[in-house]
């Protein structure tokens, strides 16, 4: 039986268009407007339609601002499938999680320099040797007194450690140079995908001593996801709609 309010009559006109937006949904975390345009625009036409069948028929909510969308579920429902085996993006080690907000800090500050807004059309741009020059700064600010948090260190032991898993889950794309142009690491472009602004970059700063006080107790951290926005607070950014136990789909 078709419905009367919600997607059935969308599914009913203009079937091709709603599957194209579902799949796209659930191919990865972020769904970007830059990723198909004319689906993302669609979504967010009938943005009402689309919750109500994520809320109706999973338990889960629809996360859509301007340029990112992602669905949200907030628990597991196959208790089999434990937290070490699920594929979601995170970081366990203390000094990933501390490189990964110190990235958020990074961003903030990057838009404040460059006068740029979520509301820009393009995404913001840096260079690997400018976020490895503030990441050092910072590390030494939050750990005086440990002498290891020179910028070889930061560079070998965190950005490269976390990077690639950035990229894979979408959070930062790496700007091929041409072939014929041989880039040297700190010259590397990124550009900041918009999944960042759905995350707290002034959490680090609000936090920092209970942060020491847990890091000279304990190396590692508990696991935590920035798909998980209860598991990651240090990351939730309370203007968005997360802030309750659960993850992106998938």
Same mark, same amino acid.
Request: aromatic share 12%; net charge negative; hydrophobic share 35%.
């Given at each position: 039986?078709? #419905?009367?309010? @919600?997607? =059935? ?5 203009? =079937?091709?268009?709603?599957?194209? &937006?579902?799949?796209i ?14 689906? %993302? $625009?669609?979504?967010?036409? +009938? ?9 109706d +028929?999973? =338990? ?5 601002d =301007? ?17 070490? $085996?699920?594929?979601?993006?995170? %970081? ?6 501390? @490189?990964?907000?110190?990235? *958020?800090?990074?961003?903030? +500050?990057? /838009? ?10 393009d $995404? ?8 490895l #020059?503030?990441?050092?700064?910072? %590390?030494?600010?939050?750990? !005086? ?12 032991? &965190?950005?490269?450690?976390?990077? !690639? ?28 995908? !918009?999944?960042?602004? +759905?995350?707290?970059?002034?959490? /680090? ?8 006080? *847990? ?5 590692? &951290?508990?696991?935590?996801? !920035? ?15 997360? @802030?309750?136990? @659960?993850?992106? &789909?998938?």
């Amino acid at each position: 039986m078709i #419905e009367t309010d @919600g997607i =059935g009559p969308l599914l009913a006109r203009q =079937g091709d268009r709603v599957r194209t &937006v579902l799949n796209i949904l659930l191919e990865s975390p972020y769904f970007y407007k830059t990723d198909d345009e004319t689906a %993302f $625009n669609f979504l967010r036409r +009938h943005r009402s339609e689309f919750t109500r069948f994520f809320e109706d +028929h999973f =338990g889960w909510s629809l996360v859509l601002d =301007g340029k990112c969308a992602r669905v949200y579920k907030e628990r597991w429902y196959n208790r089999e499938i434990t937290e070490s $085996n699920r594929d979601v993006f995170n %970081f366990s080690r203390r000094d990933e999680c501390i @490189g990964f907000m110190i990235l *958020l800090e990074f961003f903030e +500050h990057q /838009l404040e320099d460059n006068g740029m807004t979520v509301e820009d059309k393009d $995404n913001l741009r840096f260079r690997f040797g400018d976020l490895l #020059e503030f990441a050092t700064r910072r %590390f030494r600010d939050v750990f !005086p007194g440990e002498g290891k948090y020179e910028a070889e260190y930061v560079r070998a032991k &965190v950005l490269r450690q976390i990077m !690639p898993v950035l990229e894979r889950y979408r959070f930062l794309r790496r700007i091929q140079p041409p072939a014929d142009e041989p880039v040297a690491e700190e010259q590397i472009l990124f550009e900041a995908m !918009p999944a960042l602004y +759905h995350y707290n970059s002034a959490y /680090l700063g609000k936090n920092l001593e209970s942060i020491r006080a *847990l890091a000279s107790g304990e190396p590692e &951290v508990r696991e935590s996801s !920035p798909r998980d926005d209860a598991a990651l607070e240090p990351f939730a950014d309370d203007s968005t709609e997360d @802030g309750v136990d @659960g993850e992106n &789909v998938p």
